[in-house]
């Protein structure tokens, strides 16, 4: 690693001036107007591949490409699945962010700009230790193959298409990334100064709720109290989700859940996690949410309901007193692992349909869902992965869940049968999706020694 490490330690400034020079590609994927950039953000990240002579290869799908790059084979050794996304979200609001969202600017030890923790600042780091193993003329331990995709930020319908084999290009898909194990760092650490491994995530399940009543919109003086209003069944049917000790409602929401062991329960407690600090940073009198768990185990490792948007009805300025024809909502439910999307979506259907008034018809749209996910703390893996972390942070992870959903963690334990690393270089107070987006450029570096020393630690398992 001595090779190595000198390599890594002498390029600082090139691996910072490299990154910026990626976040300025505005990669938005979502919207049309920037797949110019997008594709110039994926064939910058295949330029880079091509330069460390790996075979690599861009991959048209129906939406944005994935770029794929693999070393050569190391017998007898692990293969290890790199994933991460180099789209980004869309920088709105404009008017609040300090410098332009694509235009970097380094202040106070951080990189300020979209994208740079989410997810390009941090899946680099993955490419700078491989190159620092190839350039110092190292044999890497492990072989790497890397599967970036285009669309994360927006729905991964290509990815999807690549997994399920829908994609005619002859590339054997799910043969030519089989793996041993998986690594993603698209998530953050537990706190400044504590890196963490993330054994655990939620899934979800997303939904849209439509409900119809009269022909067009009425007079409330003259009709209202003698035809249902959407408006009112809408909050009725939602507001009947859940009840005040933060209980879901749903008949079998629960019968799936694995409660939290003693041990894991010991473990959150041990973080000492001040729930009125929290408070204080989301500007928020007081916490919410199922009685009987703290704010951690609500976050982490309990299911949850939540409406995320709502309308209907006159919003103008004034009064316009109307019985609305019509209103929406989309809400979610966050799922812990064992929790099955597709057994979640046919309950709540049925809740919300015996809940639906007469006078009200309903459609409710499945968006998309996920499961949840959970890689044994016992894993040779893992235990690999919190070696390396310690050599490159200086101290010892923690173990943590998170509350957010990673959907192809699910993908690759479905396709290929593996189970994923998420080690986050990240932190909470990143910005992600929202405006002065950062990125420690100390725990970029960070990143950068642990992944070299993650693929040491990786190559000593036993397969």
């Known amino acids: 690693m001595e090779k190595v490490q000198g390599y890594i330690d002498g390029r600082r400034q090139r691996f910072v001036d490299d990154l910026c020079e990626w976040l300025r590609m505005a990669s938005v994927s979502t919207d049309p107007k920037f797949k110019p950039e997008v594709e110039r953000a994926a064939d910058w990240l295949l330029r880079r591949f091509q330069d460390l002579g790996l075979t690599c290869e861009k991959i048209a799908t129906s939406g944005h490409p994935l770029i794929y790059a693999e070393t050569p084979p190391v017998p007898g050794a692990p293969v290890v699945l790199v994933y991460g996304h180099y789209d980004v979200q869309p920088p709105d609001p404009l008017n609040e962010w300090e410098t332009p969202p694509f235009e970097p600017s380094i202040r106070n030890g951080n990189v300020y700009a979209r994208g740079a923790t989410d997810d390009k600042g941090q899946m680099i780091t993955h490419v700078f230790s491989a190159e620092a193993w190839i350039k110092s003329g190292k044999p890497l331990p492990v072989q790497l193959k890397f599967l970036i995709e285009g669309e994360e ?43 963490a491994i993330t ?127 019509r209103a929406a909502a989309k809400f979610s439910c966050r799922l812990v692992p064992n929790q099955a999307p597709e057994k979640i979506a046919a309950a709540v259907r049925k809740h919300l349909e015996r809940a639906c008034p007469p006078g009200i018809k309903m459609e409710l749209i499945e968006l998309h869902g996920a499961p949840g996910s959970m890689v044994p703390l016992d894993s040779p893996f893992m235990t690999a992965a919190a070696q390396a972390i310690e050599k490159g942070f200086g101290k010892a992870p923690v173990f943590i869940r998170s509350g957010g959903s990673i959907p192809v963690v699910g993908d690759f334990a479905k396709h290929l049968g593996i189970g994923t690393l998420l080690l986050g270089w990240g932190q909470d107070d990143d910005n992600l999706h929202s405006p002065n987006e950062k990125f420690s450029l100390a725990d970029f570096h960070r990143g950068i020694v642990t992944s070299a020393h993650l693929w040491e630690e990786l190559g000593k398992v036993e397969i």
């Open 153 to 195: 930020e927006c729905g991964g319908l290509g990815l999807s298409e690549f997994l399920n084999g829908k994609l005619d290009n002859g590339f054997r898909a799910l043969d030519r990334i089989k793996a041993d194990i998986a690594v993603i760092s698209d998530c953050a650490q537990y706190g400044p100064g504590q890196p």
């Open 199 to 325: 054994y655990g995530l939620r899934g979800i399940m997303y939904f849209e709720l439509r409900l119809s009543g009269p022909a067009q919109d009425l007079h409330s003086g003259n009709f209202g109290g003698a035809v249902m209003n959407p408006a009112i069944a809408l909050c009725q049917m939602l507001g009947g989700m859940i009840d005040a000790r933060g209980r879901i409602q749903v008949a079998g929401m629960y019968d799936d859940v694995i409660d939290l062991s003693e041990n894991e329960r010991q473990q959150f407690a041990s973080l000492h996690f001040d729930e009125a600090e929290m408070m204080r940073q989301l500007g928020v009198p007081a916490l919410f949410g199922e009685t009987g768990y703290s704010a951690l185990e609500r976050r982490w490792a309990r299911p949850t309901f939540d409406i995320n948007g709502i309308w209907g009805g006159y919003q103008g300025e004034g009064a316009k007193t109307v019985l609305p024809a």
